[in-house]
C-alpha cells in the first residue's frame, strides 16, 4: 500500500493503492507512521510523497463511503495536519491527477512539484458536498481568492501547466514534463530545506469578488455551493484553525442534506451500473478502430461525431446525397464550435476530420469493427438494412441498431449472427448527450455486450443495459409521464401550467416544451402504428388533434405553443386553448404539487414495472437514464431515489387518490 526507499537522505514514499490510490484507512496508517518514523530518522533530510503512473490520489476512497473505515483515526483531516506540521521538507510528487483528498494531501506537503499534464482539483461539490480536509483554507492561500473560488464551487479540475502560470501562485513549485516528475522531485527535494506552510499564508481580501460567488451560489437550486464559498470566506479573515472548524461544520451540514443523498447516490449509480450479470474482467473484448454509422440524419451525424472526438475512423453513409451533405455540415459546426469554445485547437480539429470519410456506396461497410444503424424508425426498413449488413459485413463485426423503441430481436432475428446484434440508442444531441442505452437481446453475446460498454466509456457516455421492451427504460417511461401530462390536462391544467410546475421542481423542461422541440408527430405515428397493430394502451384524442391540425411543434412555428418568427420561446396558444376546451373531461384546480407527483411518479411506478420484467438491471440504473438522458434534476438523484426517500404510507395515499382521476390499474401498488 505505501512502498518506502531512501536515496541520499531523500526518503521516497510511492502510495500504491489501486486504481487511483485512494485514501483508505491503511493508506492513511501507512503515511501517518512514515512520516512519524521518518522525521526521527537522522538520514533523513526531506521526505517525498508520490503515487502511480496513473494518479497521485483520486481523493477518498470510495470503497469506505458510509463505513466506519472512513472515519476511523487517522482520517484525512488528521493526517494532512500531521503532514504540515513534519518539522522536515515534505515534497508532493504529483502525477497524472489529484482530486479531492489527493489534492488537500499535496497541499499539505510544504513543496510541490506536478507534472505538466496532471489535472488539479476539489470536485467535492458534484457530490453535494466540500472539501474537508483543508481544501477550502489552503487552496486559497496557495492560488488566491478567484481561482481558489471557481475550482472549488465549480468542482471542475485545471491542469497543473495553467495554475503554474496564475500570477503569485504558491501551489506549484516547478512544473515538469511527466517522464520525469520523480526524477526532478527527488532532485528538489535534496536541495530544499525550508518548510512553508500554506496555513500561514494569508489570503487577500475582495469583498466584490465575494459578494459576486454569493449571488452565483444562491441562484443555484441546491446547498452545496453556497456553502464552499462560505468556507472559503472563513480563510479570509479568520485564523486558519476558526477556518478549518467553518470548513468542518459545513460539510457535516451538507452531508446531512438531502441533496447530497441524491448526488451521492447519482455517483455510486454510475459504477454500479458498469457491472452487468454475464460481463466479467476476463470477458473478451474486440477491438473497435473503424465504426461505420449508416444513415446521416441528425442523430446519424451526431453519432458519427461522437466516435470522431473519440479518435475514432468513421465512415458516414447514406444514399440520399442531400441527406449527407446536411449530415457533414452538421459534423464540421461541431468541430467548429468546439475550437472556438478553446476545446481543440484547429488543428486538432483537421486531424480529426481527417477520420471521416463519406459517401454513398455502402461497400466501405465491410471494413467496419461496428456499425451502426440510424435510419428512419420502422421496423421493416431497419430489418432490410441488417440483412445488408449480415451480408457486406467481416465476421466478428458489431451490428448495432439506433432504434429507440422497436424490437430489438425481430431485427436481429433476420441476421445468420443475431449473437453480434445490440441495440446502441444514443439521446439527441448525440455528440452532447452522455446517455447511452445499451440494449442486449435474447442472442446477444457477453463479449458483444462488454465491447460495446466499453465502447459507450471510450466516447465518452455513461453506458446502461436494458433489455429488449417497447421503447426499453427511458422512452417506456416517458409514455407514462406524458400520459399524465395529458390527463392534467383533461382536469383542467395548461400546458404552461404543468411547464412551470415541473420546472420549478427542477426539470430542465417541462413535458410540453420538450415535446414540442422532439417534434408531437414522432409519438403521433407510433400511436397510429400501436393502434393497427392493436398494442396500443391508451388513445390519446387531444394529442392526436394536435397534430391533425399541424400542430407539429418547434419544426411547424406551432405545437403546445405557438413560436411566431422561428423563435425558440413558445407564447400560449389560443387554438391550443380550444382544443383544451373541446377535449376537457372536467375543470378543477390542481395544484404544483400534484402535477410534480402526477408527472414524477409516474415514471417511478413504470419503473417499478421494468425492474419486475427484467428489463432494467437494478433501480439506480433506471435513475441515471434519466439523470443523464431526460433532464431530471441530479440534485434529486432519479425518479426511483425520490420515490425511494418517501413515507411509504402517505405513497400508498397518494397513489390511492391519484387513482381517482383515472388510470386506476397503474397507479395500484407493484
Known amino acids: 500500500m505505501l512502498n518506502e526507499r531512501i536515496e541520499r537522505g531523500v526518503a521516497l514514499l510511492t502510495m500504491d493503492n489501486p486504481p487511483v490510490n485512494g485514501l483508505s484507512l491503511g493508506l492513511r496508517q501507512a503515511l501517518w507512521a512514515a512520516i512519524e518514523r521518518l522525521e526521527a530518522d537522522a538520514s533523513v533530510h526531506a521526505i517525498v510523497v508520490t503515487g502511480s503512473a496513473k494518479a497521485f490520489s483520486g481523493g477518498a476512497d ?4 458510509g463505513r466506519p473505515e472512513a472515519l476511523a483515526e487517522p482520517n484525512l483531516p488528521a493526517l494532512t495536519q500531521r503532514i504540515e506540521a513534519c518539522a522536515k521538507p515534505v515534497v508532493a510528487a504529483v502525477g497524472q491527477l489529484a482530486l479531492g483528498g489527493g489534492l488537500e494531501l499535496a497541499l499539505a506537503c510544504h513543496h510541490r512539484v506536478v507534472a505538466e499534464d496532471a489535472r488539479l482539483g476539489l470536485p467535492e461539490v458534484q457530490i453535494g458536498l466540500l472539501p474537508g480536509a483543508g481544501g477550502t483554507q489552503r487552496l486559497p492561500r496557495a492560488i488566491g481568492l478567484e481561482q481558489a473560488l471557481q475550482m472549488i464551487s465549480s468542482g471542475n479540475p485545471e491542469r497543473a501547466s495553467r495554475l503554474a502560470e496564475w500570477p503569485g501562485q504558491a501551489l506549484i513549485d516547478a512544473c515538469v514534463p511527466a517522464t ?8 528538489f527535494a535534496a536541495q530544499v530545506r525550508s518548510t512553508p506552510r500554506l496555513s500561514e499564508r494569508p489570503v ?5 469578488l465575494l459578494e459576486a460567488a454569493r449571488a452565483r451560489a ?31 461544520a459545513g460539510f457535516q451540514t451538507l452531508m446531512r442534506s438531502p441533496e447530497s443523498a441524491a448526488l451521492r447516490h447519482a455517483f455510486f449509480a454510475e459504477r454500479a451500473a458498469t457491472k452487468v450479470p454475464g460481463v466479467e474482467a476476463d470477458t473478451p473484448r474486440r477491438a473497435i478502430r473503424q465504426v461505420a454509422v449508416l444513415g446521416a440524419g441528425t442523430m446519424g451525424a451526431g453519432i458519427a461525431t461522437a466516435c470522431l472526438m473519440a479518435g475514432l475512423r468513421v465512415d458516414l453513409i447514406d444514399a440520399q446525397a442531400a441527406g449527407l451533405e446536411r449530415g457533414l455540415k452538421a459534423i464540421d459546426k461541431h468541430l467548429a464550435g468546439q475550437v472556438d469554445k478553446g476545446r481543440i485547437s484547429a488543428v486538432r480539429a483537421e486531424q ?12 466501405v461497410l465491410a471494413e467496419a469493427d461496428l456499425v451502426i444503424e440510424a435510419v428512419f424508425e420502422a421496423l421493416d426498413l431497419k430489418q432490410q438494412v441488417f440483412r445488408r449488413l449480415d451480408a457486406l459485413c467481416k465476421p466478428g463485426a458489431i451490428l448495432a441498431s439506433n432504434t429507440s423503441t422497436l424490437d430489438l430481436n425481430a431485427i436481429a432475428a433476420v441476421t445468420q449472427r443475431p449473437q453480434d446484434v445490440i441495440g ?9 448527450m452522455k446517455l447511452l442505452e445499451v440494449v442486449r437481446g435474447a442472442a446477444t453475446s457477453a463479449e458483444v455486450l462488454a465491447t460495446s460498454l466499453e465502447f459507450g466509456k471510450r466516447i465518452g457516455k455513461v453506458g446502461v443495459v436494458a433489455g429488449v421492451c417497447d421503447g426499453f427504460i427511458g422512452n417506456r417511461m416517458i409514455e407514462r409521464y406524458f400520459e399524465q401530462a395529458l390527463d392534467l390536462l383533461g382536469e383542467g391544467c395548461t400546458p404552461q401550467q404543468v411547464d412551470a410546475a415541473i420546472e420549478r421542481w427542477g426539470f430542465a423542461m417541462g413535458p410540453f416544451r420538450m415535446i414540442d ?6 409519438s403521433w405515428r407510433i400511436r397510429q402504428e400501436r393502434a393497427k397493430a392493436g398494442t396500443l394502451r391508451r388513445a390519446q384524442p387531444l394529442a392526436d388533434a394536435l397534430c391533425e391540425a399541424g400542430r407539429l411543434g418547434q419544426k411547424t412555428g406551432a405545437g403546445w405553443y405557438d413560436y411566431p418568427g422561428g423563435t425558440r420561446q413558445g407564447l400560449p396558444s389560443a387554438q391550443v386553448d380550444a382544443l383544451l376546451a373541446a377535449h376537457r373531461r372536467t375543470q378543477r384546480g390542481v395544484d404544483d404539487a400534484e402535477i410534480c407527483d402526477r408527472l414524477v411518479l409516474a415514471l417511478a411506478i413504470e419503473g417499478e414495472r421494468l425492474l419486475a420484467e427484467g428489463i432494467a438491471l437494478r433501480a439506480s440504473d433506471i435513475d441515471l437514464v434519466y439523470l443523464y438522458g431526460y433532464g431530471f434534476p441530479r440534485w434529486k438523484g432519479g425518479p426511483m431515489f425520490d420515490m425511494a426517500r418517501r413515507d411509504p404510507p402517505a405513497l400508498a395515499e397518494r397513489r390511492r387518490a391519484f387513482a381517482q382521476h383515472g388510470d386506476a390499474g397503474f397507479w395500484a401498488p407493484a
Open 517 to 522: 422541440l422532439a417534434g408531437n408527430d414522432v
Open 352 to 363: 480529426l476530420r481527417a477520420q471521416l470519410r463519406a459517401g454513398h456506396d455502402d461497400a
Open 218 to 248: 444562491a441562484a443555484l437550486p441546491y446547498p452545496a455551493p453556497r456553502e464552499c464559498v462560505e468556507a472559503v470566506a472563513a480563510s479570509i479573515d479568520r485564523p486558519f484553525a476558526d477556518g478549518l472548524a467553518a470548513e468542518r
Open 62 to 65: 470510495i470503497r469506505e463511503f
Open 204 to 208: 487577500a481580501p475582495q469583498p466584490a
Open 180 to 187: 520525469e516528475l520523480v526524477e526532478r522531485a527527488l532532485a
Open 424 to 432: 446502441l440508442h444514443f439521446f439527441s444531441p448525440a455528440a452532447v
